[in-house]
């Protein structure tokens, strides 16, 4: 890639599209071959694209070149799949596909996944009466939403023209937001809409060395930061989310002009929560992430497994990145911001922000109380 081609817009990866013979004459299939404009193939329910040579994983990059349109026979609401040993902030997962045309080296969804093309599920009615249902049978409860999960949730938006159907459906759930995580810059789709403040942009931030080296095919500091502008200029709450932390030379200085970066661009009163989490991988994906990238450092320290049986790095420097991150943010951050671990431990907690998420009603309340 040139220094000047921009991959703010990933879904420029995606070469071809195959559709499942059941899903072709969906409307919304339809609508998404006509905006796409690219070669499709019709082949039979549950089969597999043809044409993605090799074995898994080390034909990801060649299958990230290809789109299935398919219906997901599954639910498409659940939730988040944290740890009990670590603390969780309670999210409700909304699956909309899996895998991504980005590569990270740290990316999980390369231990967790089998199958080497991206995946968009096309029944869209079904995944609204399904989110309809859960707030219908919990009326009383607040539900936090997020599509990132297992897939980039604006990555392959100028195809699929999802980001506009959930903003929409989202107006009028007084008892729900939802957040769309990416890291691109791909927001067209979201102007202009009546989004009544249930919707939030967020972004995944790095030191610029990682987001350069670590993270491919993604948008720029600079693209993803203007496109959160822009999206604040429209009315739109924004959070973003340091994760993963990764320890490399540098480190202080690279998440420092990061942060205030961030601050100089975005205004404070916009963002609502903003998360911090230090690498962690399965240790899967250290053979995976090392054979498909053996340019990269970020899996060759000290690492020690968790309880959750994640690589994680050792406690006190784990405390040592977050005391430096933490005190830059709180220098710059609006009082209404909360600041959060991303499945970490009550002594973490207590020993780099000074207190536990009980003390102030648990992570789940923190959260929904600056949105509620």
Known sequence: MSAKQSWSDPSRYVKQIHVE????????????????????????????????????????????????????????????????????????????????????????L???????????????DNLLSEMESAFQAEPERFFRIGTGEFTDSMALDRFTGLSGKLVEFMADKNQAVLELKTKSAVIGNLEGLAHNGRTILAWSLNSSPIMQKE??????????????????????????????????????????????????????????????????YLPSLKTIGTERFPGS???????????????????????????????LLKRYAAARTVIYFCMESDEIWQEVMGYVPDDKGGIPLMLDNSVA
């Not at 993270?215 to 709450?237: F, M, N, P, S, V």
């Not at 450092?297 to 933490?326: A, M, S, W």
């Open 21 to 108: 013979e059941s899903c072709l004459d969906l409307p919304y299939t339809r609508e998404i071959l006509n905006r796409a404009d690219l070669p499709y193939t019709v082949i039979e329910d549950r089969s597999e694209p043809q044409g993605i040579d090799g074995v898994y994983p080390e034909n990801l990059n060649e299958g990230k070149h290809h789109l299935l349109l398919c219906k997901n026979r599954g639910h498409f609401f659940k939730p988040c799949p944290g740890t009990k040993e670590y603390r969780c902030c309670d999210y409700q997962v909304l699956n909309i596909g899996m895998n991504c045309p980005m590569d990270c080296v740290y990316c999980i």
């Open 110 to 124: 390369q231990a967790y996944l089998n199958k080497p093309w991206l995946t968009f599920f096309v029944n869209s």
């Open 215 to 280: 993270e491919i095919r993604t948008a720029t500091l600079d693209e993803r930061l203007q496109a959160a502008k822009q999206c604040a200029e429209w009315g739109y709450k924004l959070a973003f989310h340091f994760d993963p932390i990764i320890d490399h030379p540098g480190w202080e200085k690279g998440y420092e002009e990061t942060i205030k970066k961030l601050y100089e661009t975005v205004p404070a009163e916009s963002i609502v929560w903003i998360s911090l989490g230090a690498l962690r």
């Open 297 to 327: 450092r970020i899996f060759y320290q000290e690492f020690i497994e968790g309880l959750d049986n994640k690589k994680r790095y050792f406690r006190p420097r784990r405390v040592t990145l977050y005391k430096h991150i933490y005190g």
